[in-house]
Each structure stands twice: as structure tokens, then as C-alpha cells.
């Protein structure tokens, strides 16, 4: 079983649109991220959360909001959606000794 | 801001060939990662490696944190290999920050 897994995997999506990514982990990190790939490009940090209570801007969290359920739960939202956030996304956990480990990513189009 | 390297950019490689992949860094970094980006556009964590060497199968990696770079070795390639390959630090002050590289992307053929 996946320790990190994110819904949906693919999603198309119109302009003005909200929708929401999902992340789940088994891992038992307290620290959780989200993460958006451009093609061709590394990975930049959205947002991320050491707990329920804490939570972070990255380095590109405009347009993005985040929400963390649980320990176990981190959801991105695109308010309304535009077409530069077009984008694979993922989440991430870390570990207590900095590893950081990925789900499988969410691939988004806004059309 | 700290800038990460990796080389070469592209690499197209024959089935069982080796190869060595390099990643540099323009200022200390922490935490350093070896990823996996298969075709699936899927994150495989190949390697933790601050420092030292690993190795794991047919790949291996070591880190000279020292002289800021990292290299990571791919020996009897096999097509499944296939992907772009990023390296990640985090800065000393910033753990949750993960720089990424520049990427690697690998093609190797029958």
C-alpha cells in the first residue's frame, strides 16, 4: 500500500473553477507539503504544515489555500482556478531526520 | 538564492551501459535527495544521503558535502531506468525548503 497518496490523479477543470486536492499519509510525519512541477522544471513549495495548527506560506502560495484535517490529512485548494496553474502537484511527508517521501502527484488542467 | 546544478542535462544511454550523474551546489545544503521522476511523472526516492556513500542495487551515490556536490551512479542500465533524475538539498536554516536540481533526463534504449 502507498504511504502518501493524493486524489484525484488527473483532473480537468474550467477557469473561475474551485477544486480541491486531497493527500493522505500512513507514515505517521507530522510535517506535510504541497508542491507544484512545471514541464521541464523542479519542484517548487506551495505550502506546508507542521501540525493542525501550523501552517505555512512557500515560495508560490498565491492563488492557493491549504487546509490540514488531520495528522494524517493535507488539502490544497485552487479557489479559482487559471490556467498558469496548470501543473502536476504533489504532496509531501518528512521524516524525523528530513527525508522527505512524495505521492504519486496530481496532474491538473485548467482549461 | 542557492543554485543547484546537475549534469549533464541529457543522457541517452544502450541497455547495460553505466553512468555517473552529478549534482552541485553553489552553497551548503542539507538533507540531500536522490529522486526518480519515471515517465509516469511518479517521485521515486532513490537515496537520503547527506554525506557518504550509498548503495542500493545497481545504483549508488555518494555525497561530499564538503565540496558541495553529489554524485549518483547508475551501473548496467536497463530501459526501466528511463525518467529524469533530481537531486534536492534543504539549507541549514530551512530544513522544509527542498531545493531542487536542474535535472537529468535519461533515455536508454534496447
Known amino acids: 500500500d502507498a504511504d502518501v497518496t493524493q486524489t484525484p490523479r488527473n483532473r480537468i477543470t474550467k477557469t473561475g473553477k474551485r477544486i480541491m486536492l486531497e493527500c493522505s499519509q500512513t507514515k505517521g510525519h507530522d510535517r506535510m507539503y504541497w508542491y507544484r512541477q512545471d514541464p521541464g522544471l523542479g519542484l517548487r513549495l506551495i505550502y506546508y504544515s507542521f501540525d493542525v495548527k501550523d501552517i505555512n506560506k512557500g515560495e508560490i502560495s498565491d492563488g492557493y489555500s491549504v487546509s490540514r484535517q488531520a495528522q494524517a490529512k493535507f488539502s490544497l485548494s485552487l479557489e479559482s482556478a487559471i490556467p498558469n496553474q496548470t501543473a502536476l502537484y504533489f504532496c509531501a511527508t518528512r521524516s524525523s531526520y528530513n527525508e522527505q517521501f512524495f505521492g504519486p502527484g496530481t496532474r491538473l488542467t485548467v482549461l | 538564492g542557492i543554485q543547484v546544478e546537475q549534469s549533464p542535462p541529457d543522457l541517452i544511454l544502450q541497455e547495460g551501459a553505466n553512468s555517473t550523474l552529478r549534482c552541485n551546489f553553489s552553497d551548503s545544503v542539507n538533507n540531500l535527495q536522490w529522486f526518480h521522476q519515471n515517465p509516469w511523472g511518479q517521485l521515486i526516492n532513490l537515496f537520503y544521503i547527506p554525506s557518504g556513500t550509498k548503495q542500493n542495487g545497481r545504483l549508488s551515490a555518494t555525497t561530499v558535502a564538503t565540496e558541495r556536490y553529489s554524485l549518483l551512479y547508475i551501473s548496467s542500465s536497463q530501459t526501466t531506468d528511463s525518467g529524469v533524475y533530481f537531486c534536492?538539498?534543504?539549507?541549514?536554516?530551512?530544513?522544509?525548503?527542498?531545493?531542487f536540481g536542474t535535472g537529468t533526463r535519461l533515455q536508454v534504449f534496447p
Open positions: 534536492a538539498g534543504s539549507l541549514s536554516y530551512n530544513t522544509d525548503k527542498l531545493i
